[in-house]
């Protein structure tokens, strides 16, 4: 992400504009949305980071759904805190994949690569 993510609402997506590859341009840098264009097995993996005295627990949606869940929790300390987790989809054409902002979150998301998002077909 380019740019910290503060104070998100409550399922909203979170959008990681900065994208590295991006082979088929199945994923929007704009709305932070994966669609399938081709039928397949998927992994998906997302990390992400909170800054000091921060909180936040993320999803993983397909379709509206969600299917995998991480919690990073900085506590009453000022440092970072990390949580990834992967998820493996059986995917078809036009099924959507976001990451979005759970219903726990006291703070924000860190930039410069601490937090990401990365799907790849098997």
Not at 62 to 67: F, I
Not at 89 to 112: K, N, Y
């Amino acid at each position: 992400m380019s740019r910290d993510i503060e104070n998100s609402e409550n399922n909203t997506t979170i959008v990681f504009d900065n994208v590295i590859t991006n082979i088929g341009t199945a994923y929007s840098p704009y709305n932070g949305i994966f669609t399938c264009k081709t039928a397949g097995i998927y992994v998906f993996v997302w990390t992400t980071t909170n800054k000091d005295r921060t909180g936040m627990n993320t999803e993983l949606v397909l379709n509206g759904q969600w299917k995998g869940i991480t919690l990073s929790d900085s506590g009453n300390h000022d440092d970072y805190s990390v949580a990834s987790n992967t998820v493996v989809l059986d995917l078809e054409v036009g099924d959507q994949v976001w990451i979005r902002a759970g219903t726990w979150h006291t703070g924000h998301l860190g930039r410069e690569s601490r937090s990401t998002f990365n799907g790849f077909m098997l």
